[in-house]
Structure formats: C-alpha cells, structure tokens
C-alpha cells in the first residue's frame, strides 16, 4: 500500500439493493464509505447486464456528490465513455481488450474532466501498462473473472498487485491501486500488504447487517497489515 494516500473504501453497488438504490448508497456514505464503484456490464463483453448511465445520473439528481468511480465492463467501450461523462462519473476505467484504440480511449476519459483507469482480468498481463501509466490515476487489478458478484477471490492475484505496485512506484505517478473480486473482512489485509490502497467490495458490505462495524473492520485489517 502507497504509506502516503489514504485506503479508500470502494462499495460496489453490483451487490446493493436496486430497489432502493439511492437510499443504500446514501447509507454506505454515512457509514465511512470513500467512493461507490459503479459496475457496469454489457452481456457482451461479459457474461451478464447491470446498470447504464441513466443510473448514475439519477443518484447524481438525487443528491449523492460522493466520488463516482464508473468500471466499464463493455465492449465496445467509447460511446458509454462518452455518457458517463455527461453523467457525472469521477473515475472511469476500462480494458484494454475493450478497445483497438486504447490512447485515444483513455485520452477521451481525461479530456472529457474524469480521471482515467486501466483493468486487468485475472489472466490479462501488466504489459499494456507500459505504453499508458502516464495517463493513468488507477489501475484496477480484477481478483475474480468479472461478470458477476460473490465470486471467490483468486489468490493468485495478490502477486500481480505486486507487480503493479511496482511498476506504479517505478513510474513516480500518484497512481491509485484498486483491488475488485471477493474482498472481505478476512483477505483485506493481505491486499492491503500486496500494494492495494483502494479496495472494491460487494457483498461483503452491502450483504452485511451493519454497514459501520464492517467498514471500520475492513480499516483495522488495512491499517494492521
């Protein structure tokens, strides 16, 4: 973890109630939640459907001015780059394969005021990093093959959080390291210790009884490892 920039705690609203979505959004906020990610997902590129940019613009009209950061799971990917910064995205991130064009995507993200981040599934190497980190403000490791939530987290990616963390620091960038794929109470930690300062859960928070107790839990491992 980067000792200089604050964990972030990343609720993903793929595992909250859509029926009251902006209330369950509002409640991760007030219990110390950072950021909300945003899973969006085409039946395409994978293998399931989630929310658009009408979503996002909805919690926006309804108040929620917390930092939005939206994970473009599309293919392919520019026009939705394109809504969500109409929308009101902070962040948006995306795949490599989700693109021919990953500069000009990339380049769209910044020029359109949002801050810009590239995804790497489980089995995508780190080497499209070299040709854009210096474009980047996030970096999304996938610690499960996205496409759905509740998945278990795959060990195997605690090295390439490593691998990442080194490039980042090589680079000089202030670059954030986002984890995304089982995280919970009981592997926090060690995500936290592989590089991670930014760390996406689902289920483990919003499928939780009390929303404060497993955040602030979540902050101790951070903070212990």
Known sequence: MNPSAPPWICP???????????EEVSDVLAA?????????????YVPNLSVGPLVLRAL????????ID???????VDRLVEDFLAAG????????ESTEH??????MITDGGAKAGLVFNPATPLSALEPVIDMLDLILIMSVNPGFGGQ?????SLD?????RHLIDASGRDIRLQIDGGIKIDNIGAAAAAGADAFVAGTAIFGANNYTDTISAMRDEIADA
């Open 102 to 107: 990953l500069h000009r995507t990339l380049s």
């Open 152 to 156: 278990a987290f795959i060990p195997s």
């Open 60 to 67: 926006r009209k309804a108040g929620i001015d917390a930092c």
């Open 160 to 164: 390439k959080l490593r691998q990442a």
């Open 12 to 22: 993903s609203i793929l595992a909250a109630d859509f029926a009251r979505l902006g």
């Open 89 to 96: 995205a902070d962040y948006i991130t995306v795949h490599p």
């Open 70 to 76: 939206v994970h473009l799971m599309v293919k392919p």
């Open 32 to 44: 110390g939640a950072d950021t909300i990610h945003f899973d969006v997902m085409d039946n395409h």
